[in-house]
């Protein structure tokens, strides 16, 4: 497991290119965190490290975002999905194998993750802009 610390925008970004860099276009990256950890400001920071010039913004309402880089990378919100039903009606399993998944609200599926997932858990630092990232599963 690799431990990150963040204490402001610019290191979460420096983290996100370090994850791009090391990814090779298949990977599901898994997020486990609250409300406000700064999953989405991480998915920006990847997919702009990959090339992508699509405005990076939450799926809340979506479900799936997509964006085209050096890899496709679709962006899912797990948040609203309670069931097997609800997980299957985005789609989710179609995508596997096709692009770089990034998954918000992974507590919601986590029995559906496939094995070789990268784990991302993200918790609130000793300040309120500080965030702590353990990663598991990718060598950055």
């Known amino acids: 497991m690799t431990v990150f610390k963040s204490t402001d925008l610019k290191q ?6 370090k994850i791009a860099d090391s990814l090779h276009g ?3 990256i898994a997020y486990f965190g609250g409300l406000g950890m700064g999953k989405t400001t991480l998915t920006r920071a990847i997919a702009e490290a990959l090339g992508t ?4 913004s939450s799926p809340t309402f979506a479900i799936v975002n997509e964006y085209h880089s050096k890899y496709n990378i679709y962006h ?7 069931s097997w039903e609800d ?3 985005t789609g989710f399993f179609d995508y596997l194998d096709t692009g770089v998944l990034i998954v918000e609200w992974s507590e919601n599926i986590e029995n559906a993750l496939p094995e070789n997932t990268v784990r ?4 609130k630092g000793d300040s309120d802009s500080e965030r702590i990232f353990e990663i598991e599963g990718l060598d950055i």
């Open 53 to 56: 010039e699509d405005n990076v």
């Open 12 to 17: 979460t970004e420096e983290l996100g290119r």
């Open 87 to 89: 997980l299957y009606s």
């Open 120 to 123: 991302i858990t993200i918790t």
């Open 76 to 82: 899912f919100d797990m948040y609203r999905v309670s």
């Open 26 to 28: 298949t990977e599901v």
